[in-house]
């Protein structure tokens, strides 16, 4: 269920690489996994949405992918899309089961936080079979290995020294 974490400092374009690795698994691995999209913010949530809108590869109003409240969430979850775009608040239930799929992969933006209290333990009780990926842009302490050891090692490190030398902060 750890799949890891990608560490990119902020405004570094961690949507676009969520949006290039999850297509990227389509495309090589194939199969019918579904890319559960988390966050722990409002505006979060509707910024990757619209980031995976603008490539092409989701419309809302054409085939939901936004679930407006945790029933709709499950019944989302259960017809297999490729993407579900939600909220951790969402998990607010703590014996609420969602779905037992072994090919739900949950891409947690902003993994750094609300990710170590009540709700995200309910998703996991509420997920079993799912794995995790974290990205995060805040820098993590050195002695800090609680996100490693919510979501697995490192997959990919993007400092801030490289996105200013690269141009991309």
Known sequence: GKLGVFWHTQGSGKSYSMVMLTRKVHRKIGGNFTFLM??????LDTQLYKTFAGCGIVDNDRDPCRPTNERHLKELLGQHKSYVFTLIQKF??????????????????????????TLALNMRNGLPNASYIGFTGTPLFKDDEITKQVFGGYISKYDFDRAVKDGAT
Not at 38 to 43: A, I, N, V, Y
Not at 103 to 115: C, F, G, K, P, S
């Open 92 to 117: 607010h239930r703590k014996d609420e089961f969602y779905t037992d799929r072994n090919d739900l992969i949950v891409i947690t933006d902003e993994a750094h936080r609300a990710q170590y209290g």
């Open 38 to 43: 988390l966050t722990d913010r409002d505006d």
